[in-house]
Every structure is written in C-alpha cells, then in structure tokens.
C-alpha cells in the first residue's frame, strides 16, 4: 500500500514536470512561463507538506514506542513490597518483606479500623534483609478487623520509578484477613 502511494507521489511529478516542459517547448511566452513556474512551486509545497505529516506521524509512532520500552524497562527492575499483619500475645504487627529487587525510600502509612494513622520510613529495603516491622496496637483481638488500608510509596534502587501500592483487608472468603493489593502505580 505504501509502496502504491509512493509510486503515485512519482507519477504524478514526472507527468507535471513533463507537462510543464511540454509548454514551455512549444509556447515562448513570459506569462505562461511565469504560471507554470508558480504553478511548480505550489506542487513543490503541496509534495513537502505531504511529506512532512509523514515524518510527523512516524516521529509519533516512534515516541509511543519509546515510552512502551521505558514503561517496560521499568516495570522489569521493580521491587515487589508484601505488607502482612500478625498478633502476638495480643500486640498488633505489621510487617512488610521485599522480593525480586532492593527498594529504597520506603514510605508505609497504616490507616487502623479505629481511624489511627500510623507511619514509618526506611532509606532501604532488600531481599534477603530483615523486613521492615511495626507495632501498631497493643491488646488485639482480631487481626482481620484491626487494618483498614496500608499504603506503600517506594522506588527501585536505580531511582528508575517510583511506586504507589495501596492494600487493603480482604473481605471475600478466599482473602479474608489478608491483605490484598487493591492498586499499583507508577507515578512521575
């Protein structure tokens, strides 16, 4: 299809350009000349704009595909972060481990069913590492009704991307009491 339009594009200023030369030949008049030499140029600018939105569309085509690439190259050095709740002798903790890469510039903010917030910091997490713990609450009874929402902000160890992951308490039977991941962002 494109090698058809190409070839049409050609044609058509082949036959102009014989079309012209044809005139010119036979009729030596200045007016003529002069007309057809403006009518050349408009074909010129006619050519060139064609030409132009084509690079424009391929230069769009190119930057849509660089930014799948980034996208995709930064997905693939993310750090994947797990927040889990456990009770011990009637004390709330949360903990969250790191996988697959380091994480850096942690953020955790705990929001309790009683409406407490509860924040905490770490330079750097990585696998393998003791995960970062917290105490949220002293004398609970159930740890499935003690956490609301658990927000998580954190960026590979490159500083490639940054994340946002929001978890949440399950409430259908196949997750009850655990936490989910409700969303996972990349953000700018």
């Not at 008049?29 to 030409?51: E, H, K, N, R």
């Not at 409406?115 to 004398?139: F, M």
């Not at 929001?166 to 991941?181: A, D, I, P, Y």
Request: with cysteine; aromatic share 6%.
């Amino acid at each position: 299809m494109v090698r058809n339009k190409w070839l049409l594009s050609v044609l058509v200023a082949v036959g102009l350009v014989v079309l012209f030369g044809a005139f010119i030949a036979v009729r030596n008049d200045t007016a003529l000349i002069g007309a057809m030499s403006a009518a050349g140029t408009v074909a010129a600018g006619v050519f060139a704009a064609v030409a132009a939105f084509g690079s424009l569309r391929a230069a769009a085509a190119s930057n849509a595909s660089a930014q799948r690439a980034q996208e995709a190259m930064v997905r693939a050095v993310r750090p994947n972060l797990e927040p889990s709740l456990s009770a011990v002798d009637g004390a709330l903790t949360g903990t969250v481990t790191c996988t697959a890469y380091a994480a850096i510039d942690v953020t955790i903010v705990w929001t309790l069913a009683d409406g407490d917030v509860i924040t905490d910091n770490v330079a750097r997490l990585a696998p393998g590492e003791d995960p970062l713990t917290s105490t949220l609450q002293q004398d609970v009874t159930d740890v499935a009704q003690a956490v609301q929402v658990v927000w998580l902000s954190f960026a590979d160890e490159g500083r490639v991307g940054k994340w946002q992951d929001t978890w949440q308490m399950g409430t259908e039977s196949h997750n009850l009491g655990r936490l989910t991941l409700l969303e996972s962002r990349l953000v700018d």
